[in-house]
């Protein structure tokens, strides 16, 4: 049997038995960890926290028997006000699902690790609008997946884009404009604010790219990143 101790973030949890539970656990250098949590569900447990979605913290873990089970956890971080605001807890379920269909056991991601607890931190914490953080996340998730759209040219005709603005379009990688994207749908249109802000956001960062346009573009990114992943990432509500 042998112990050892990572930073993760529970991204999924599944009730076992009577009291346990199994956790899937996102670690930045050891990826995917799918742990069985004994006991936690009792109330005086002292896993209960750590068995919690979107829980941040140094799990200790043990290998035995061909699986593994967490023996203790230091939490850093809980970010509870999550639970208590349900339009912002589904938007971390945006999140924690579009990490879900790309972490693999043994597979180190440090730099979607930083992005997600970030963005789970602005969810929780800042004053701004979970739209354009979860619209932010998905731009540099699908760019860290290695399907970085282009927001400068349009992939069909090679056109600079001007102030009329582009549609985002997966199957071309990138945006098309208005001339090249004859019946595309409504929702991957982008304005021309949209994009100047799609643009500072990569790279800037959401915390230095300046308020967003009124309207984010949301839909667009997820119709997008759906596509590249190849499945489908939990609803928002309407």
């Known amino acids: 049997m042998s112990y050892f101790t990572t930073q993760c973030i529970v991204l999924h949890r599944t009730d076992y038995r009577e009291a346990d539970r199994i956790l899937t656990l996102f670690s930045p250098d050891r990826g995917r960890l799918d742990a069985i949590c004994r006991g936690c569900r009792k109330p005086k447990s002292p896993l209960l926290t750590a068995a919690e979605l979107f829980t941040l913290g140094d799990y200790v873990l043990f290998t ?11 939490i850093i971080e809980t970010f509870y006000p999550l639970r208590l605001d349900y339009a912002r807890l589904s938007h971390a379920a945006v999140l924690a699902g579009a990490c879900l269909k790309v972490i693999q056991p043994e597979d180190p991601m440090g730099h979607l690790f930083i992005l997600l607890a970030r963005s789970l ?14 619209a932010a996340f998905l731009l540099h998730f699908v760019s860290l997946q290695g399907f ?25 990688d990138g ?16 304005t021309s604010a949209q994009l100047s802000w799609l643009r500072a956001v990569l790279t800037r960062g959401i915390g230095k790219a300046g308020p967003p346009p009124g309207l984010i573009p949301l839909e667009a990114l997820l119709d997008y990143t759906e596509y590249k992943l190849e499945t489908r990432l939990p609803t928002l509500p309407a």
Not at 121 to 134: I, K, N, S, W
Not at 148 to 168: I, M, S, T, W, Y
């Open 175 to 190: 945006t098309c404009c208005l001339g090249c994207s004859e019946g595309a749908s409504k929702r991957t249109w982008l």
């Open 64 to 74: 035995g028997k061909g699986r593994q089970a967490v023996h203790s956890c230091s």
């Open 148 to 172: 970085q759209p282009d927001l400068n040219h349009c992939a069909r005709c090679g056109k600079a884009l001007g102030d009329e603005g582009a549609c985002l379009i997966a199957p071309e």
């Open 121 to 134: 931190r602005r969810l929780a914490f800042e004053e701004v609008c979970p739209e354009a953080v979860t």
